[in-house]
């Protein structure tokens, strides 16, 4: 198992930022190489945001956050970060990480095996 904690998150103003982090705790058997960010509104379905590559760093994005959205990571603490500029309402929903193999793509969230337990994020106008 790999297990998933994530923080920050919380409610700003429109064109406001947050940071969303995600700590990676592995197990001897189990391991992973992408992670990926995911978002969810009520009433919607689960939309990837963006994903990052542990091992080469390679990132991508969604196209609704490209260019206000950064993915991160600090490989010795095996956390991946989400820096969020420009907030818009649409931006409002339960925020997801999740881990998975070399061949997870975050427009797939069903590649990605392992998830964090989701954060809040509330952007009023």
């Known amino acids: 198992q790999v297990q998933l904690v994530q923080s920050g998150g919380g409610s700003v103003q429109a064109g406001g930022s947050l940071r969303l982090s995600c700590a990676a705790f592995?197990?001897?058997?189990?391991?992973?190489?992408?992670v990926g960010w995911f978002r969810q509104a009520p009433g919607k379905e689960r939309e990837g945001v963006a994903d990052i590559d542990k091992d080469d760093g390679s990132i991508h994005y969604a196209n609704s956050v490209k260019g206000r959205f950064t993915i991160s990571q600090d490989t010795a603490k095996n956390t991946v970060y989400l820096q969020m500029n420009i907030l818009k309402p649409e931006d409002t929903a339960m925020y997801y990480c999740a881990a998975g193999s070399y061949s997870s793509d975050y427009t797939r969230p069903k590649t990605f095996n392992y998830w964090g337990q989701g954060t809040q994020v509330t952007v009023s106008s």
């Open positions: 592995e197990s001897t058997y189990s391991t992973y190489r992408r």
